[in-house]
């Protein structure tokens, strides 16, 4: 199992038997100009909200690769207008878990605004849970710091992707917080470095959470982890 990180949120996971894709933003950034959307061949997607800077190739990836798209209610009617066909469309919401090749999906609190890229209502942010392969993997979306994290801490996570670039998320400060919250030290730096409100000291990011008992995994566009 791995991780590949394609920049801003952007994550595929290398799973049991499948590959998900998180929050496909990559052809407009461009930190991640080197990656070719077209050779990525998902077997699911999975949006945490409808925010530009999540959705922007999701329809472009799911075409090439026929991918399930996996979100809240709200957000996946707005996938449906995407000329994303509905039969691989899968709605579920806050407490709900999808069964997949893989392993499951449960959907999880996280604390954001959301709106479409077309002005409609995308109902609200959300967080994942993930299980396959005997490991336990939380990808929290775009979320600010909150108590309902501490609803994770039984769950037994083996790693966390957390936001870390402030100013529409948490910052590196609270995602440390968080990582105590939900009980995990592997976590895994998403949402900085794309523009400057949310660019970070890097190394000053590693040693906070360092001096925390934690393991900071800061991945360059296009690397590999191995989880």
Known sequence: MKAIY???????LHLEGATALFDPFISPNPNA????????????????????????DVAAIQKNS????????????WASRQDIPESDIVPFNFGGTVQTTFGSVKMVYALHTNIAPDGQYA?????????????????AGDTGLTMEMKLLAHVGLDWAFLPIGGHFTMDVDDAIIASQFINCKNIIGI???????????????????????LNLHLLAIGDELVL
């Open 123 to 139: 109902g609200v942010p959300a967080g994942y849970v993930l299980q396959s392969g005997g490991k336990k993997i939380y990808f």
């Open 191 to 213: 949402h900085y470095d794309t523009f400057p409100p949310i660019t970070i000291d890097r190394e000053a990011a590693k040693q906070k959470f360092a001096d925390a008992g």
């Open 6 to 12: 394609y920049g801003h949120s952007s994550v595929a």
């Open 66 to 77: 026929g991918a399930k798209v996996l979100a809240v209610v709200e957000t996946a009617m």
């Open 33 to 56: 100009r080197h990656i070719d959307i077209n050779s990525l061949k998902p077997d699911y997607i999975i949006l945490s909200h409808a925010h530009d800077d999540h959705v922007a």
